[in-house]
Nanobody
Framework: QLQLVESGGGLVQPGGSLRLSCAAS????????IGWFRQAPGKEREGVSC????????YYADSVKGRFTISRDNAKNTVYLQMNSLKPEDTAVYYC?????????????????WGQGTQVTVSS
């Protein structure tokens, strides 16, 4: 059973930055495609970014393109989401998720494993 643990959330002012981490219990990078999702109060969960297994190709939702960067550290079995130029509308609980398929998907039903989430609040 793959376990994912997110960290790095917090309160930040508009225009600020945060880096989220998703630590996996085992060697994930050859076997799992990792996605970052978020869920704001009263809204459905939405896909934010994704990094493919093996080749590491990355994908972003239009709402975060140019501001967020997904990356991975093979040695640490960790995937990161660097978030810059944060806006109040980025406020949400952020989740990482893993799927065994090689393609990036932004539908939550495509993912098999989920972390517990980390809160990101962007407010002055």
């Amino acid at each position: 059973q793959l376990q994912l643990v997110e960290s790095g959330g917090g309160l930040v002012q508009p225009g600020g930055s945060l880096r989220l981490s998703c630590a996996a219990s085992g060697n994930i990078l050859d076997y799992y495609t990792i996605g970052w999702f978020r869920q704001a109060p009263g809204k459905e969960r939405e896909g934010v970014s994704c990094i493919r297994r093996r080749d590491g190709s990355t994908y972003y939702a239009d709402s975060v393109k140019g501001r967020f960067t997904i990356s991975r550290d093979n040695a640490k079995n960790t995937v990161y989401l660097q978030m810059n130029s944060l806006k109040p509308e980025d406020t949400a609980v952020y989740y990482c998720a893993a799927r065994t398929g090689s393609l990036c998907k932004f539908r939550e039903t495509e993912y098999d494993y989920w972390g517990q989430g980390t809160q990101v609040t962007v407010s002055s």
